[in-house]
């Protein structure tokens, strides 16, 4: 087993967050298994955008297409833990609002989906206790 490594950018859509980007790195180990190249490990994530900011760390898996560089995934899936802090114009909360919680994001070559469920940890009372966290994106 080596070692593998990858950064990824996207583009996304969702709530609480509305229009963000992300910035994330994967890290762990890679094998081959059925003739394809997989790997596995820790993801470590941060995104921002119009309605505040999100912190991940999670544990991901994922097959590649075209061998070991990085922008061929063909599938990958991940479980993450999520603080999330709204600010700007948040969907469906209120700004300045503290959530945690956790989600799984399911990609598919370029595009993904995540959906989670976030806790209220601190911030605005009129926001809601919890919420379901969602979103759309695209990236390499």
Do not use: C
């Not at 709204?86 to 995540?114: K, N, S």
Request: net charge negative.
């Amino acid at each position: 087993r080596e070692g593998a490594f990858g950064p990824t950018l996207a583009v996304r859509w969702g709530a609480p967050l509305g229009w963000s980007g992300r910035a994330s790195v994967l890290f762990g180990e890679k094998h081959m298994m059925d003739d394809l190249p997989v790997a596995r490990g820790t993801l470590l994530g941060f995104e921002a955008g119009q309605g505040g900011a999100r912190l991940s760390v999670g544990r991901t898996f994922w097959y590649h297409l075209m061998g070991w560089f990085p922008f061929g995934t063909l599938l990958g899936t991940s479980a993450k833990l999520n603080l999330v802090r709204t600010w700007g114009d948040p969907r469906e909360v209120a700004p300045d609002t503290t959530y945690l919680g956790g989600g799984i994001e399911q990609g598919l070559y370029f595009l993904d989906f995540e959906l989670g469920y976030l806790v209220k940890v601190g911030g605005e009372a009129e926001s809601p206790d919890g919420i379901v966290s969602w979103s759309l994106g695209a990236g390499f």
